[in-house]
Every structure is written in structure tokens, then in C-alpha cells.
């Protein structure tokens, strides 16, 4: 309830303004009364003075408080959507939201955690989705600190990741308190990121709060599942409830709906297609939306016998299983893409005569047929190409693959007959030898280089395993720079064993995710595991900070080879095809000169750090050391000058 | 093998022979520093062990001339590098430096790729 005399800030401002306007019109009247006033003397004090001096306080008519401010209402109805988190860098136009989530919500069941960057908040609430499988509540200013996150928000689109994120923003002008608020006011706040969001809203009452507050979290969690945005005015934050308010406000019910599967027909056709195939490719995309995702894939392929292509995207298939990567597009006469947002280049190759891209061909054989089922096919925006080049295929199922799985897998069962599963087993030997010889091709090829140094990565990867096999680990970041060898090595098959990658590869990703997946796994007590560009790092380095400080347990190996190594290579590409400077392609592109100490940086953020490492035989002995400090429960981390890839 | 597929064998080795013998002589030194200057190692790595995006080098099975054909005219993704850039000469002084460097060992003489062998 609010105290009886206060009034709210709309009649405190304009009681303020009235009595301003006063004091402006009397400047004259002023200056006369201290021209002619005579020289002052001690005057006795009235009897009103005595009394306000000695005597209770009348109650102020013009207190600006309240017990009840409307932002605790929008903490009842975040609080119901159970946010385990709220990733932030502070600001003050959701300042209200932040007292009342940290005073009014006891900072529990959502926990504030502070971060230095908009953009590391909603990368770290990107990574902690992927391992917890939770979306993470993300504030920010609706204008410069939007503005800060909008890359890591477009990551998570391209990664169909949700991400709850508020903006606060001062709508009404006359609550704004300087030039400040009013260069931090915005007429449309999520216009900025509309292109690459799923959906959003700027609610003017705490009723129509409430509605839309439930309502983004439902869309964004059905599949696609993609970030929203909600707007919250300051004056609903800061002002008191209405009675208005207090009489009909409700929190309303939340219910996400179930992810749409693909529909009888079509799931039957493809069955068909699939068990009558030779020679068929499971392509892997974004397909594992949950752990069951995983034991899914594995039963299709295995109950027809199909390779298992990994684009890497999740933690979608055990990378032991003889079917993982034992398969080629090129010989199958059925690939089906799940959840691929890619298909086109799977099935196509550009050739290295035009390295524009504009001259490419298919690599798969005449009369291939191609399935795609993807929750993509469901929505997509315009602007952003994300999307990917269009596919020709024989069959599109629009749904949610993971959904589709069960019903495809017994579908595909119905079809056997005794014939199909004899020549399904001999093709299952063959591919089991095809795996073994990839992987043996795979070990044989990290031992080159191995004493090398820089460090290679192959050399690291083998390191890291040796080290963490035994424990229940967690990789927490991509291997696209790292020439994938911790998948070409190490043995993944538990769903938090690996998180995928940045989903529109905007760089500034890997840090934070890091941080935040470790966050989610620490809770469950495993050892997470970073392998950090260094050229990532450097967009926000404060995440190091927040690890620390929030004592998330998570060890980075730095894989620092002092560059922007991708576009180093692009610049030499560029350079020899204009056929001049080669030489030239550390410019703007080489990381060097003075070099960047991480192990330093690291201290600095507080955290235990070691390194530079340069003689790989350093590096077990650096891992062990480290992961000490991370089985307490502390961030470490580990310089490592490494080989470009 | 018919005899004549033998003879147009023979000739080609023969053919290669005389390529090797006439294939200017490389300058170990000064193909290190190429290979540093001009970028080798960016996709191929400085002990030329190959990754993602380069083939392993170190140690090349090819003879000079051959280096130099397929810098000439790549396949993959690398990509074309012309005289202009790349003079015969400098390729084969980087091809002697690619020679010098160490073959890869075994994975079964390296305590922990074996073990991943094992495992």
C-alpha cells in the first residue's frame, strides 16, 4: 500500500514545476526585497519554527514514496516465468525493475548477475541456454545499451536461441531528469532489432505488462525459438500501482505450447524414402533441441542404418558412434537435412575457379532425393539473409525435427522387412569401418607438429583430453578456429558436452557464452572447458570480471594466435588474386606489436591465470595446475601461443 | 599392364627425371623466410603440419616442380599464386625449406595419441 500523503511522481513533478515557474516569474520582486532589506539581525524564532523544531513533523504533503511502485508488479510477473538469471549491465532507465528485483524479489529465482557489456549479457544468456536449456532474462537500456547488444541478439537469432530481453526506456517526457534520460529515450525501442527478433512489445499499463510479459516468453519458446523484446516504460516502473491497478493487475497464466510436429503424410513419405534408400545421409543441423534430441537421432540412425553428418551446430550425435561422419553426401541416394540451416551448402560445392561463389555445382548424384524438416520453414524474416540460399528438395517438412523424430523413427520401423535390415546391417559394418579409419586418419594426423611450436592445436586438443577424460566435462566453446580437433579427438556424448557456435559467427560471442554456459553447468558440478580466441576476447574482456566475481568455475585455454586469423587468411586470398602484396596481409589483420599478455589480463580481472605457454610441453603440467583452481570453484586461465588453426 | 601404357609411363618418368635434373637448386634459408613472409604457414602452419584450411606440407612428397604446378593452379580452396607474387625460383626455395622440415611421427610413438588409439 502506499503511505496516504504521498502522491505519485506525476503530481510531485508538477507541483515541482509550478513552484519553479514561481521562482522564474519573481526575479525582480527578489532582487528589490535584497536591495532595500536593511542589515539582517538574529530574529527570535517564531512559534511555528519552535514548534517544527521540537514538535512532531506534520506529515509532508510532497514525499516521493511509496511501498508499492509498479516495478514490483513486473518482478511478480517475471518472477513467474521462472528466470533463473538476470544478465545485465546496470542502467538507468530499468533502474526500478533492478530495486525491486534486488530489494522486493530478495535477489532470488532471478539472480542479478552483473556484467561490463550489453553484448556479453545476452552472449552469456546465449551459451547459458544451451547448456541448461532455460532462457536467461536480459536488461539493457532501450537505446545505448540495445545498441551495445545487438550483435549478440543477432547471434541468437541466426542460433534459433531465446533470449528475454527488457529494455528500459523513458517514454514520457516529462519524467525524464536530464539531457541524459532524454539522449536515452527512444520513440521505438525494439525497432533497432525488430529484423532479428521474434517479437516484441511496449506495454503503457502494468495490466498490458503483464499480458505481453507472458506473452513474448510463449512465442519465444515455441519452436523456432527466437529472442523477444519488451519494452519497460519508466514510469510504470518507478510510479505506484493505480488503484486502478491494484484492483485488476493479475499475472497471467503461462503455457508454451508443444513444438509443432511434422504432420502424417509427409512423415510417411519420407519413412519410405529413407528405408528404401542405398546409400542414405542423416544431415544434423540444429536438431537436438533437448537432451532426448540426442537418444532421437541416435535411434533413427541406427534403425536404418544412416550416417550421421554433424554440422556442428549442437550436441546432436555421440562422436564415437561408428555412424557419426561415416557417411558422403556424394555417394547417397537420400540425405535428409534436420534442422540445417545450411542445406544448400551441403549439397553444393562452389568450385575454386570463381572463389566469389559465384559458380558452383551440386555434389550429389543425379536423382538424389532431399528432405529437409525444420521449424525454420515456419518463420523467417526478410532483411537479414540468415536463411541461407534456397534449397530445391523433393520434400519440406515444416515442424520441429526433434518433435518429428518419434513418429519419423516409427514410420521407418513399419517398413522393414527382413531383406531391408539384412542390407542395413552390411551397410552398418561398412560404415563402422569407415569410421575407424577416420578416426585413426584423424590421431595420425594430430601428431604433425606436435613438438612445434607455437603450440599446435591438435597438440592442445590432446592436452586438454588427457586431462579432463575422467571428469564430467563440458565443452563450452566452438572449435570452427581450432580445426575441430577436440571432435576429432576427444569422446562426446553427453548433451552438455558441447554447445556449437556463435550462430551468425559475429565474433564476441565466444567469451561470454563461455562464461554463461559455465554459470549452467555449475550448479551441476561439472568442469567447464573454454578454448578462447584471442581475437573474440578482446571485444569484452570484462566477462572475465563477472567469472570472477560471481565465482563461476571454468577453465580457458587461450588459442592465441595473435590474430584476426580468418580474415588474415582472407587478405591473403584477396591479395593473391589481385596478384600483388601477399606479404602485406598482416595489415589490419595481425594481433602483434606489442603482443597481448592474457595471462596478465587475466590477473588483472582476478582471476588465476597462467602463461604465455609457448613450449608445448609446458601445457599438461599449466592444465593440471588450473584445473585445481576450477575444481574450487574459481575461474583460471591459461595463455597458450598457438598455430593459426 | 599393355605395353603401351608401359612405355607412356616410362617416358613420363623419364620426362620427370629431366624436369627434376633441370629444376633450378632451392635455398633452404631463404624459402624459411618466404614461407614466413609470404603467409604459408597461415593455412598450412608454421611447422607446415597442415589444419583446417591448408594440407600438411612439411616434408612434401612432391618435387619442386610440382609444388610449383599446383601453387600455379590450385585445387580446394587455396588460392592461385602467380609469378608475379611467386617467382619459381622463391617457390623452390620455399619447396627446399617444406623438405627440411620433420615428417610427422607416428601417433603410436606419442604416449597420448596412443592412448587415444586405444581408447
Known amino acids: ?645 | 599392364m599393355k605395353l603401351a601404357s608401359l612405355i607412356v609411363t616410362a617416358a613420363a618418368l623419364i620426362l620427370t627425371g629431366v624436369a627434376a635434373a633441370q629444376a633450378p637448386a632451392g635455398n633452404a634459408d631463404n624459402g624459411k623466410r618466404l614461407f614466413l613472409r609470404d603467409g604459408c604457414w597461415e593455412c598450412h602452419g608454421y611447422a607446415g603440419q597442415g589444419g583446417r584450411d591448408g594440407a600438411r606440407i612439411a616434408a612434401t612428397a612432391l618435387n619442386a616442380q610440382g609444388l610449383i604446378r599446383y601453387v600455379r593452379r590450385p585445387a580446394g580452396a587455396m588460392p592461385a599464386f602467380t609469378e608475379k607474387v611467386a617467382t619459381d625460383q622463391e617457390l623452390t626455395d620455399i619447396w627446399s625449406y617444406l623438405k627440411t622440415l620433420p615428417a610427422p611421427k607416428a601417433a603410436k610413438d606419442i604416449p597420448l595419441l596412443n592412448q587415444l588409439k586405444n581408447q
Open chain 1, 1 to 645: 500500500m502506499a503511505k496516504k500523503n504521498s502522491l505519485g511522481r506525476r503530481g510531485f513533478l508538477k507541483g515541482a514545476a509550478a513552484g519553479a515557474a514561481a521562482l522564474v516569474a519573481k526575479p525582480a520582486a527578489v532582487k528589490a526585497q535584497q536591495a532595500q532589506a536593511p542589515r539582517p539581525t538574529a530574529p527570535l524564532p517564531s512559534a511555528t519554527q519552535v514548534a517544527f523544531e521540537t514538535g512532531t513533523p506534520p506529515a509532508r504533503v510532497d514525499a516521493y514514496t511509496t511501498d508499492r511502485p509498479g516495478a514490483d508488479f513486473m518482478v511478480d510477473v517475471l518472477k513467474s516465468l521462472n528466470f533463473d538469471y538476470i544478465f545485465a549491465n546496470p542502467g538507468s532507465s530499468f533502474r526500478g525493475l533492478q530495486e525491486s528485483f534486488i530489494n522486493y524479489g530478495g535477489n532470488k529465482a532471478p539472480e542479478w548477475i552483473t556484467c561490463c557489456h550489453e553484448e556479453s549479457s545476452v552472449a552469456m544468456a546465449h551459451g547459458y541456454y544451451k547448456i541448461e536449456g532455460k532462457p536467461i532474462l536480459c536488461m539493457a537500456h532501450g537505446t545505448v545499451g540495445l545498441q551495445h547488444a545487438s550483435m549478440a541478439i543477432y547471434n541468437a537469432y541466426a542460433d534459433r536461441v531465446p533470449v528475454y530481453l527488457i529494455l528500459g526506456n523513458e517514454q514520457e517526457i516529462g519524467f525524464r531528469r536530464s539531457d541524459v534520460e532524454w539522449a536515452h529515450a527512444v520513440q521505438d525501442a525494439a525497432s533497432m532489432v525488430r529484423d532479428y527478433t521474434k517479437w516484441d512489445d511496449s506495454p503503457i499499463s502494468l495490466g498490458h505488462f503483464a499480458e505481453s510479459a507472458v506473452r513474448a516468453y510463449k512465442i519465444m519458446m515455441t519452436p523456432p525459438m527466437e529472442p523477444v523484446v519488451l519494452c519497460a516504460n519508466g514510469f510504470l516502473q518507478e510510479e505506484p500501482m493505480s488503484a486502478e491497478d491494484r484492483r485488476s493487475a493479475r499475472v497471467p497464466k503461462l503455457v508454451v505450447p508443444g513444438p509443432p510436429a511434422g504432420d502424417a503424410g509427409s512423415v510417411a513419405e519420407a519413412a519410405k524414402m529413407l528405408v528404401a534408400a542405398e546409400n542414405p545421409v542423416l544431415v544434423a543441423g540444429r536438431v537436438a533441441r533437448t537432451p532426448n534430441g540426442i537418444k532421437l537421432l541416435v535411434e533413427l540412425a541406427e534403425t536404418i542404418q544412416a550416417p550421421v553428418m554433424d554440422r556442428r551446430f549442437r550436441m546432436n550425435f555421440p562422436t564415437r558412434h561408428p555412424l557419426y561422419n561415416s557417411g558422403n553426401v556424394a555417394n547417397a541416394d537420400v540425405v535428409m537435412g534436420l534442422e540445417v540451416p545450411d542445406f544448400w551448402f551441403v549439397t553444393h560445392g562452389q568450385t575454386p575457379i570463381n572463389r566469389m561463389g559465384m559458380e558452383a555445382k551440386s555434389i550429389v548424384k543425379p536423382g538424389t532425393r532431399l528432405i529437409t524438416i525444420t521449424a525454420g520453414d515456419l518463420f523467417s524474416r526478410s532483411n537479414y539473409q540468415d536463411f541461407g540460399r534456397y534449397a530445391d528438395v523433393d520434400l519440406a517438412i515444416a515442424a520441429d525435427a526433434e518433435a518429428t523424430l518419434p513418429a519419423l523413427i516409427e514410420a521407418c520401423k513399419k517398413l522393414l522387412t527382413g531383406d531391408r535390415k539384412r542390407a542395413m546391417e552390411e551397410r552398418g559394418k561398412k560404415l563402422a569401418e569407415q569410421h575407424k579409419k577416420n578416426r585413426d586418419s584423424d590421431i595420425e594426423q594430430a601428431a604433425a607438429g606436435w613438438d612445434a611450436s607455437p603450440v599446435s592445436t591438435a597438440r592442445m586438443a590432446a592436452e586438454l583430453w588427457n586431462q579432463i577424460q575422467h571428469e564430467d566435462w563440458s565443452l563450452v566453446s566452438d572449435l570452427t578456429f581450432v580445426s575441430w580437433w577436440p571432435q576429432r579427438l576427444w569422446q562426446f556424448d553427453k548433451p552438455y558436452h558441447f554447445i556449437g557456435g556463435h550462430g551468425a559467427y559475429g565474433i564476441g560471442y565466444g567469451a561470454p557464452a563461455a562464461v554463461g554456459a559455465a554459470l549452467a553447468n555449475k550448479k551441476h558440478g561439472r568442469i567447464s572447458v573454454n578454448i578462447q580466441c584471442d581475437g573474440d576476447l578482446n571485444y569484452a574482456p570484462g566477462v572475465l570480471w563477472t567469472a570472477a566475481h560471481h565465482r563461476i568455475p571454468l577453465l580457458s585455454i587461450m588459442h592465441n594466435n595473435r590474430a584476426y586469423h580468418q580474415e588474415y587468411m582472407f587478405l591473403e586470398d584477396m591479395a593473391a588474386r589481385a596478384t600483388r602484396g601477399i606479404e602485406n596481409a598482416h595489415i589490419g589483420t595481425a594481433i602483434k606489436d606489442p603482443n597481448i599478455n592474457y595471462a596478465t589480463m587475466a590477473k588483472a580481472y582476478g582471476m588465476y591465470s597462467a602463461g604465455p605457454i609457448e613450449n608445448p610441453n609446458d601445457l599438461g603440467p599449466a592444465i593440471k595446475a588450473a584445473l585445481e583452481v576450477v575444481k574450487k570453484g574459481e575461474p583460471a586461465l591459461i595463455d597458450v601461443v598457438t598455430q593459426p588453426r
